[in-house]
């Protein structure tokens, strides 16, 4: 089992930036990867980063690429999106998510077991 929670959101202006994290907890040491995802009302949740955990290799959205960068704390078993140049397209609820079954498609939902709260970013403009 893991656990995951989401900190980080809020309201900023169109071109400003947020630091969200992801603190994961539980069986941690079995993970295979962990991601970020993103839903807008209306909207299908859609892929945004990912990374593998124990070799730290990424990917973006292209969406994304660029203007948002990830990162890992291993000892908190914590990831992090700086997000940068913001854009009123990037509002969404934003999804911290993991994976313990590889090998997996890390840039679709299915590709992952656990699910955080998600964590409401919302960008004026």
């Known amino acids: 089992q893991v656990q995951l929670v989401e900190t980080g959101g809020g309201l900023v202006q169109a071109g400003g930036s947020l630091r969200l994290s992801c603190a994961a907890s539980g069986r941690t040491f079995t993970m295979y990867g962990m991601g970020w995802f993103r839903q807008a009302p209306g909207k299908e949740r859609e892929f945004v980063q990912a990374?593998?955990?124990?070799?730290?290799?990424?990917i973006y959205a292209d969406s994304v690429k660029g203007r948002f960068t990830a990162s890992r704390d291993n000892a908190k078993t914590t990831v992090y999106l700086q997000m940068n140049s913001l854009k009123p397209e990037d509002t969404a609820v934003y999804y911290c998510?993991?994976?313990?079954?590889?090998?997996?498609?890390?840039?679709?939902?299915?590709?992952?077991?656990?699910w955080g709260q998600g964590t409401q970013v919302t960008v004026s403009s």
């Open positions: 998510a993991a994976n313990m079954w590889p090998p997996t498609d890390l840039t679709k939902t299915a590709g992952y077991n656990y």
């Open positions: 990374v593998t955990w124990r070799s730290g290799s990424t």
